[in-house]
């Protein structure tokens, strides 16, 4: 965990994923026990909860979870921020890389990390929708991550946990389908530019505009037939339920003057 695998261009990126997709259950691949045992046992931060225990008592309890995935916790995110140089900035765990923008090492890291949780959860549990980190618009939550960067956390965390579930489809026979749920804004009103606060980052393109400008390239940078995340996410906090009509109509005109196909 968090060597790289010695993964260092795109071609050993492309090796290693194919390896780990066609035996992914090889601990030459995956160090499941530490990962088991992780699962099992460790108790989290902030909502206390052992995630087998919490994912068993869903199932029983026939309720059917969008689990949000983050690869990392960033304490106290501001504006000065730099998560490219993830190294030099607080985060748990720390070997795990903000940003991936810099190496394939760093890719390589983050498209595992999904591939294992997404398999994980799909073998045992049948867990099949997910959001990849939760309001990257958010300064703070968002770890002042910037929008190139934030697309691609969803190019590769989707691939991979795609990647994933059809591995177990095909190991168990399940008949398991992905579904991705992005960017998980603050707001509507981060669909398009924003002008009306401090963060620089949307200025020119909203978070909306951005994510769905990109619904149908993959991680290699190639237009691909399908959609890259399927529910466009948004939250909205204290209005009430009176805007929500306009909320749909930024979201679903936005969606088409900037989506391909």
Known sequence: IGNGDGVNSSASFEARRSA???DPENPAYVNWAVYEDKFQNVETNGNHYKLAYMMSE???????????TQHCNVGGATSATNPRDWQNVTHNPQWMPISIFNNYADKWEF???HFVTAYWLAK???????????EPDH?????NINQDDYVEW?????????????AVNARFGKNLTAKIYAP??????????RLDNADTRDDSIGWGEKISRSLRTDYRGQTVGYNIFDVFDTHRYVDDASVY????????SGMSVNSPG
Not at 185 to 193: C, D, G, Y
């Open 20 to 22: 780990i997709i066609a």
């Open 184 to 193: 998980v804004i603050t707001s509507p009103k981060s669909f398009n530019e």
């Open 154 to 166: 969803i190019r590769y965390g989707s691939d991979a946990k795609r990647a994933a579930i059809q």
């Open 58 to 68: 869903l199932q029983r309890l026939g309720i059917k979870p969008i689990v949000n």
């Open 111 to 113: 498209w595992k990390w």
């Open 139 to 143: 300064v703070e939550l968002g770890a």
């Open 245 to 252: 009509y306009d909320d749909m109509i930024t979201m679903q």
């Open 124 to 134: 045992n549990y049948n867990v099949t929708d997910y959001q990849i980190w939760n």
